[in-house]
């Protein structure tokens, strides 16, 4: 087995910088790295470690991951795992890892969405998997429109004072909710960290909505999943669906989202990143962290040159 020592340079001049989440003590990556495609165990193992010494090298500490990234389900937090045996075991108080519980993930009416005996379970789950004691970030992955919000809530004030997870955060709560939630966990000392919302070039419902206002209201901080529209936001689909491509898989991403409408978009967006000597993914990775109140963007990688290229946005 290879044994790996960091970059004594990965927090110098070269590395993606910080930014303070909120108004807590945690700082953050400006960019960090998301395990919901290419770490999963249809994804070569290799490839993984390669990509995560290259990001933890240029400073990424955060690892983001949730129980059913994969795939299979559960894959992925068996990856960080593996990662964790063979090289960051050494590094553990310098890696922030987070993962999530709420969306299906084992048969029956406890494997899914908010209630207290899923949240519990399935966190303990996720540690034997990740073959960790606690993690740095838990999230609600969805608000539960079923289960009395008291209930999801109190399970995370819980997990936080048992010591499984050092901070809670949710995703995708509407703003009503989130609202809620804030006072709720303010109110038993376990304060909201982070907010976990879609934003990019082409989605900026957190803004429509005011989420981001109400985070910079609250100094609760925010980090953008799929700041590239799942590649939208790339040159990989300028001149339309490549064969080898995610879209022409026709799984999360179809191909009948490309309408010549979407296309003709993406293509202005293009030029307006070349005029500022940018490509595409970088300037959509600029706009975002360009925003008020943004912690951090979430970005997958499914190799060394395109998370070296994404980390030039931010440089």
């Keep these: 087995m290879d044994q790996y020592f960091a970059s004594e340079y990965r927090y ?35 490839r993984s470690k390669d990509i995560t010494r290259y990001a933890f090298d240029h400073g990424i500490t955060h690892f983001d991951l949730a129980n059913n990234y994969g795939p299979v389900y559960g894959s992925a937090e068996e990856t960080m795992g593996r990662l964790m045996d063979d090289t960051f075991r050494p590094y553990r108080d310098e890696l922030v890892i987070s993962t999530k519980a709420g969306y ?20 303990d789950q996720s540690l034997k998997r990740m073959h960790l004691d606690y993690v740095d970030i838990f999230y609600s992955h969805r608000y539960d429109p079923n289960t009395p919000l008291r209930e999801t809530l109190q399970a995370l004030v819980d997990i936080v004072q048992v010591g499984k997870a050092l901070y809670v955060g949710i995703s995708r709560w509407p703003l009503d909710a989130f609202k809620f939630a804030y006072q709720y966990l303010m109110e038993r000392d376990v304060p909201l960290l982070i907010y976990q919302g879609r934003l990019n070039l082409l989605d900026r419902s957190p803004i429509e909505e005011g989420i981001l206002d109400f985070c910079q209201e609250k100094g609760v901080g925010f980090i953008s999943f799929s700041p590239l529209a799942q590649g939208l936001l790339t040159d990989r689909y300028l001149n339309g669906i490549p064969q080898d491509s995610r879209m022409a898989r026709n799984g999360s991403l179809k191909g009948s989202m490309l309408t010549p ?8 967006f293009n030029a307006e990143a070349a005029s500022h000597n940018l490509k595409l993914s970088q300037y959509a990775l600029r706009w975002i962290l360009d925003q008020p109140g943004i912690t951090s963007v979430l970005i997958g990688a499914s190799s060394i040159g395109q998370l070296e290229t994404n980390l030039q946005a931010v440089k």
């Design 12 to 46: 110098e001049a070269d590395c993606v910088g910080y930014r303070r989440c909120g108004d807590s003590g945690l700082l953050l990556p400006k960019v960090s790295l998301g395990f919901w495609h290419n770490f999963g165990s249809v994804d070569p193992y290799q």
């Design 104 to 123: 299906d993930m084992w048969p029956g009416p406890y494997g899914n969405w908010g209630s207290r005996k899923y949240l519990m379970a399935s966190l």
């Design 261 to 268: 409408e979407l296309l003709t978009k993406i293509r202005a």
